[in-house]
């Protein structure tokens, strides 16, 4: 039976706040082997862990981060307080250099960070890449960039990092670009794929799975990565737990 590793997509946020500290601490924890979160900018360029363009979903500020300044962000309370009420009052939002802090003391995790496209426009491939790549500095060797963009993609392998391209639609226009791109990973959503998956000098790495016979099911046709939102869940399947559990701590 082919067990496919698990990422654990933003953290664990089933039960916790998105691309928190508190949620990333808890895969790990759990025994995730891999994490992934996003990076957008702050006004003054500096990487914040966070998904959305704005603050309006996750946290209880508002307005595009990119039009706050690092100081400021680090008031805003990410905790989620829409989805998940108080009980993550006071949660952070993260700076990239607090979860680099964090993932140091674990190093058998493999990181996924994934540039989103709003800071890659405003700021520029070059800036967002740099910035990132100066946070990551300490865990650099076992860090992935991914993004949607096929541009930070190109660059990031370019300059010699691990990458993956992370795409939307199963057409033969996005395999002739993986072919172009080469990347390390390809990441997709599974409900996308038509067909077998393109063979290539990539590993594949699908979402959002969160049933544990899917990922086996997917990971029998070629998937060696699922990525889930329900690490926990996922990692009390007897195969999946054991086969997923890679991650140590200092």
């Known amino acids: 039976m082919n067990v496919p590793r698990l990422i654990a997509h933003r953290g664990y946020p089933q039960s916790y706040p998105e691309n928190t500290l508190p949620s990333l ?148 226009t996005s395999r002739r670009q993986a072919r172009a791109l080469a990347p390390d990973y390809l990441f997709t959503d599974y409900r996308c794929v038509a067909g077998t998956l393109w063979p290539g000098r990539w590993q594949w790495a699908l979402y959002d799975i969160v049933d544990p016979q899917l990922a086996l099911d997917w990971a029998g046709r070629g998937a060696g990565f699922i990525e889930t939102w329900a690490v926990g869940e996922m990692l009390e399947h007897p195969v999946l737990g054991r086969g997923a559990r890679y991650g140590s701590r200092l």
């Open 25 to 172: 601490e808890a895969a790990l924890r759990l025994g995730a082997s891999s994490v992934e979160f996003d990076v957008q900018l702050s006004g003054d360029a500096v990487p914040m862990v966070i998904h959305d363009e704005t603050l309006d979903r996750t946290t209880d500020a508002h307005g595009p981060v990119a039009e706050w300044l690092s100081g400021a962000l680090a008031g805003v309370d990410a905790g989620e307080p829409a989805r998940l009420g108080a009980r993550f009052r006071a949660t952070a939002l993260p700076t990239l250099a607090a979860v680099v802090e964090l993932l140091s003391d674990w190093p058998g995790t493999t990181v996924f960070v994934e540039l989103k496209r709003a800071s890659l426009e405003r700021f520029g491939v070059s800036q967002v890449l740099g910035r990132v790549q100066a946070a990551l500095a300490p865990i650099a060797r076992r860090c992935v960039i991914i993004s949607f963009e096929a541009a930070a993609v190109a660059a990031a392998r370019a300059a010699g990092l691990s990458c993956g391209w992370v795409f939307e639609q199963w057409t033969d």
